[in-house]
C-alpha cells in the first residue's frame, strides 16, 4: 500500500495498488481502477498522477 511517510517530504513511498493512468489524446491523464476497468480521475495539468502505474 502508498503511504505518504514524513509531513512535508513530498514524496509518496510505494506504488499505489491497484491503479492505472493513461494519456488521453488532448493530453489529460486518466486514472483507472484496474479491478472494474473504470475511470476514476481526471488531471488537466498535463502532468502524470504520482506514484500510479502507466498503461502501455
Do not use: C, I, L, Y
Not at 472494474?36 to 488531471?43: C, Q
Amino acid at each position: 500500500m502508498a503511504t505518504n511517510g514524513k509531513s512535508g517530504d513530498n514524496r509518496r513511498h510505494g506504488a499505489v495498488r491497484s491503479r492505472s493512468q493513461t494519456q488521453t489524446g488532448s493530453g489529460h491523464w486518466v486514472k483507472r481502477d484496474a479491478e472494474t476497468g473504470r475511470f476514476m480521475d481526471v488531471k488537466s495539468d498535463g502532468k502524470p498522477f504520482k506514484g500510479v502505474r502507466k498503461e502501455k
